[in-house]
């Protein structure tokens, strides 16, 4: 070992400038030279142990934006735009894609046919959607229930209307509509098996009657 690496043995346990000099028969200003050459260096560096500042995972929502009230699940301005559309003003699925994502993206009326119901299926949109719907039954004093109460009130007086006066044009139309509300308000589709069966009773006598035409 070299007088240098004993010289910084002594230094790092903590001997000081003067005492290293005397005993290895060197200049003071020897002993720093080494020092700053060598680059000695007593114990670690200090490590700034404050806590970082953990940064915010709160995003700005964006203008236009709606978020749950529990925080989860944000919607784009157009997601919240359709939305509106569907729930708020009952606009077809394809149309109201079209006018929220005309600006973005300008849809084809393919895509739209396409998408719109697709973006409708999506859970938080179809909460959504629901939400808006149930604010306006709520604002004009409406509910489903009384919707259902209404369609099934035409549905009945046109069936009691077929059984008293036969099939015709005006009170099979009105028998049907009302079905396919009831069916609409439910969520019973076409391809459902809990389509009603008057519903194809009433189409099958329809169709022999206008070959019978």
Same mark, same amino acid.
């Given at each position: 070992?070299? &007088?240098?690496?004993?010289?910084? !043995?002594?230094?790092?346990?903590?001997? =000081?400038? /003067?005492?290293? @000099?005397? #005993?290895?028969?060197?200049?003071?200003?020897?002993?720093?030279?080494?020092?700053?050459?060598?680059?000695?260096?007593?114990?670690?560096?200090? &490590?700034?142990?404050?806590?970082? !500042?953990?940064?915010?995972?709160?995003? =700005?929502? /964006?203008?236009? @934006?709606? #978020?749950?009230?529990?925080?989860?699940?944000?919607?784009?301005?157009?997601?919240?735009?359709?939305?509106?559309?569907?729930?708020?003003?009952?606009?077809?699925?394809?149309r109201a894609y079209q006018i929220a994502y005309h600006d973005i993206t300008k849809p084809t009326l393919s895509t739209c046919?396409?998408?719109?119901?697709?973006?409708?299926?999506?859970?938080?949109?179809?909460?959504?959607?629901?939400?808006?719907?149930?604010?306006?039954?709520?604002?004009?004093?409406?509910?489903?229930?009384?919707?259902?109460?209404?369609?099934?009130?035409?549905?009945?007086?046109?069936?009691?209307?077929?059984?008293?006066?036969?099939?015709?044009?005006?009170?099979?139309?009105?028998?049907?509509?009302?079905?396919?509300?009831?069916?609409?308000?439910?969520?019973?589709?076409?391809?459902?098996?809990?389509?009603?069966?008057?519903?194809?009773?009433?189409?099958?006598?329809?169709?022999?009657?206008?070959?019978?035409?």
């Amino acid at each position: 070992m070299t &007088k240098q690496e004993k010289a910084e !043995k002594d230094y790092l346990s903590g001997m =000081k400038y /003067k005492d290293i @000099a005397e #005993k290895y028969d060197i200049s003071i200003n020897t002993v720093k030279s080494w020092k700053q050459r060598y680059k000695w260096q007593r114990g670690a560096p200090k &490590k700034n142990n404050a806590p970082k !500042k953990q940064k915010s995972m709160h995003t =700005k929502q /964006k203008k236009g @934006a709606y #978020k749950n009230k529990d925080g989860s699940s944000e919607l784009s301005p157009q997601q919240e735009l359709f939305a509106q559309l569907v729930g708020g003003k009952r606009i077809p699925l394809y149309r109201a894609y079209q006018i929220a994502y005309h600006d973005i993206t300008k849809p084809t009326l393919s895509t739209c046919y396409t998408n719109g119901p697709r973006l409708a299926k999506q859970e938080n949109i179809k909460l959504r959607i629901a939400q808006i719907s149930q604010e306006m039954a709520t604002k004009h004093k409406w509910s489903m229930e009384q919707a259902a109460e209404s369609y099934i009130f035409v549905h009945d007086e046109a069936k009691g209307d077929i059984a008293a006066y036969g099939l015709g044009k005006a009170n099979s139309d009105a028998m049907l509509n009302a079905t396919d509300k009831l069916n609409e308000l439910f969520g019973i589709g076409p391809d459902s098996n809990n389509e009603d069966v008057v519903m194809n009773f009433i189409r099958t006598r329809r169709g022999s009657n206008d070959k019978g035409d």
